[in-house]
């Protein structure tokens, strides 16, 4: 199948999560460090399980610190402009359970779901959340973020491990 992009045409959710992404990454880095550099993150999710959007901020944030690195070696910029780590995760009330990381059965089933947006210091960068099939509650939110804090932290670990740290 070809991208959206590759022809030229892109559509209102292609656009969405395009925005969703810059607007995640943008949130963690200082912007007047890159000395006027355009970095493009190209988020191409082969398996994604019903977590395309989570996958594509998780794994930009790989690829942006990758470049950040390569440019403070080549002594392009000289300062890290990257101020934290950040990560996304999905969330939702499937069968009345709170659960973590949907696959795309339990997101097809959900009755709440939501995506998290956190940065290492569990400041929050974006929530989207949902009520697919019901409404809920302050409680049920305030649920689902603490769940997915933490499993933002363990994957922030992963990627950290992706550079010796």
Known sequence: MRR?????KI?????????????SLRAVVDLGLLNEKLITIDCDVLTADGGT???????????????????????????????????????????GKILLDLNYEEDSKAQIDANFVITENMQLVEIQATGERKTFSDEDLNEMLRISKSGIKEIIQQQKSCFGK
């Open 11 to 23: 559509g209102g959710r292609t656009s969405e999560i395009q925005r969703l992404i810059g607007r």
């Open 53 to 95: 959007r989570t996958a594509a901020i998780t794994g930009g944030f790989v690829a942006l610190k990758l470049c950040i690195d390569h440019l403070l070696r080549q002594k392009e910029i000289k300062t890290n402009p990257i101020q934290q780590y950040i990560a996304a995760i999905s969330c939702g009330i499937v069968d």
């Open 4 to 8: 959206e992009a590759a022809v030229g």
